[in-house]
């Protein structure tokens, strides 16, 4: 490849995986500012606009298409919006019920929201990669990522929440006491083994965030770059390959709202039993 090839394709995929970031960030630069000086001065957080745009856009979304299909719900003959909003809720439902073994009302409100809501955001990926960017461009917006899911602060601020609400029900449910105990007694119930315990087990708690959040933001993201990498190829090629790859990732996006929603179920789930 010539060297101005190289320099329009690392541009290219740079620019699709650049978010629309307001204050400082010292991995993306300054979206919003004109220079080193005044990024400083913004600020050192910084906030990917584009992120936190399209996660509201899609949590708003769910809200309207539950609240058009509850206010429309018939006992006759359901229309299309009531039966998919149903199928969703009842598969949520009986995860739950199979998944989840405490009593909580809260879980399964939880549940579908997080499945929804992640379902959406992930569903972006199958409108052209370069739609979103051209069409924003001419609106005077240099970067625009529309798939929040390929933003590890997304994912991450999820995870910490659903991380939030474990550390919340075991304290709840077990007692200080409880939870302290359950962390250096297992998985060895000796007293001489407390300190391997307590190591064990924080770090197994601590691994569930991470691991929520990275596992997400891994297979959205790599599929975004293969998005991108199709994007680059023939006209002819693109149809041959794109096509296949997003209904492949039909599956991929589906898959992915389900294991961070089941997971999330099960962690809780943990959180309520007592040991």
């Given at each position: 490849?010539?060297?101005?090839?190289?320099?329009?394709?690392?541009?290219?995929?740079?620019?699709?995986?650049?978010?629309?970031?307001?204050?400082?960030?010292?991995?993306?630069g300054w979206s919003l500012a004109h220079s080193a000086e005044e990024a400083v001065e913004m600020g050192f957080?910084?906030?990917?606009?584009d992120t936190m745009g399209w996660s509201i856009a899609m949590g708003l979304l769910f809200i309207w298409l539950?609240?058009?299909?509850?206010?429309?719900?018939?006992?006759?003959?359901?229309?299309?919006?009531?039966?998919?909003?149903?199928?969703?809720?009842?598969?949520?439902?009986?995860?739950?019920?199979?998944?989840?073994?405490?009593?909580?009302?809260?879980?399964?409100?939880?549940?579908?929201?997080?499945?929804?809501?992640?379902?959406?955001?992930?569903?972006?990926?199958?409108?052209?990669?370069?739609?979103?960017?051209?069409?924003?461009?001419?609106?005077?917006?240099?970067?625009?990522?529309?798939?929040?899911?390929?933003?590890?602060?997304?994912?991450?601020?999820?995870?910490?929440?659903?991380?939030?609400?474990?550390?919340?029900?075991?304290?709840?449910?077990?007692?200080?006491?409880?939870?302290?105990?359950?962390?250096?007694?297992?998985?060895?119930?000796?007293?001489?083994?407390?300190?391997?315990?307590?190591?064990?087990?924080?770090?197994?708690?601590?691994?569930?965030?991470?691991?929520?959040?990275?596992?997400?933001?891994?297979?959205?993201?790599?599929?975004?770059?293969?998005?991108?990498?199709?994007?680059?190829?023939?006209?002819?090629?693109?149809?041959?390959?794109?096509?296949?790859?997003?209904?492949?990732?039909?599956?991929?996006?589906?898959?992915?709202?389900?294991?961070?929603?089941?997971?999330?179920?099960?962690?809780?789930?943990?959180?309520?039993?007592?040991?």
């Open positions: 490849m010539a060297a101005g090839n190289e320099v329009s394709t690392t541009y290219y995929i740079q620019h699709h995986l650049q978010n629309l970031t307001f204050g400082h960030h010292p991995v993306n957080w910084a906030i990917h606009l539950f609240r058009k299909a509850g206010k429309a719900a018939t006992t006759g003959v359901p229309g299309g919006l009531q039966n998919a909003v149903e199928m969703v809720v009842e598969f949520i439902e009986n995860l739950t019920r199979s998944t989840f073994h405490g009593r909580n009302p809260h879980i399964a409100p939880l549940a579908l929201t997080l499945f929804v809501w992640i379902l959406f955001m992930n569903a972006l990926k199958i409108l052209p990669v370069d739609y979103g960017p051209v069409l924003f461009s001419k609106l005077g917006v240099d970067y625009m990522k529309i798939v929040p899911t390929t933003d590890v602060n997304a994912t991450l601020g999820m995870a910490l929440g659903v991380f939030g609400l474990i550390l919340y029900y075991n304290f709840k449910v077990k007692g200080v006491g409880g939870f302290a105990r359950e962390l250096s007694l297992t998985p060895f119930n000796h007293w001489a083994l407390i300190p391997f315990n307590l190591v064990l087990e924080i770090v197994s708690l601590l691994v569930k965030p991470f691991s929520l959040a990275m596992r997400l933001f891994g297979n959205m993201f790599a599929g975004e770059v293969i998005f991108i990498l199709i994007a680059m190829l023939p006209f002819w090629a693109i149809w041959i390959l794109d096509v296949p790859w997003a209904i492949f990732h039909i599956l991929v996006v589906t898959l992915q709202a389900f294991i961070f929603t089941v997971l999330t179920v099960v962690y809780l789930s943990a959180a309520h039993e007592h040991h």
